[in-house]
């Protein structure tokens, strides 16, 4: 059974970093275009960077030259690094993997709280 298991949101101060990392399962990994999400209270669920198979990426302007998406394939891993954080950057984060022959699977979420 696919399964998206994301971890490493937490609490930090801004201009802070962390990495979330989201471990996938029950798929071919590499066949897949993998995705950060992003959703805070009251908001829309938004795209915050996307990673194809083959490597390409893409931001959103708001995290642009803050965040880099990366993959291990060996790994079945994608990983956000978030850099010089943000109050506003404050959500729930998710995973998603995307193939254009299957439907979308997502994660379950990470909370991710920017504050002093």
């Known amino acids: 059974q696919a399964q998206l298991v994301e971890s490493g949101g937490g609490l930090v101060q801004p201009g802070g970093s962390l990495r979330l990392s989201c471990s996938a399962s029950?798929?071919?990994?590499?066949?897949?275009?993998m995705s950060w999400y992003r959703q805070a209270p009251g908001k829309q669920r938004e795209l915050v960077a996307g990673?194809?198979?083959?490597?390409?990426?893409n931001y959103a302007a708001s995290v642009k030259g803050r965040f880099t998406i990366s993959r291990d394939n060996a790994k079945n891993t994608v990983y956000l690094q978030m850099n010089s954080l943000k109050p506003e950057d404050t959500a729930v984060y998710y995973c998603?993997?995307?193939?254009?022959?299957?439907?979308?699977?997502w994660g379950q979420g990470t909370q991710v709280t920017v504050s002093s």
């Open positions: 029950g798929i071919i990994f590499s066949a897949f275009a």
């Open positions: 998603n993997a995307k193939h254009p022959l299957l439907q979308d699977i």
């Open positions: 990673i194809t198979s083959g490597g390409s990426t």
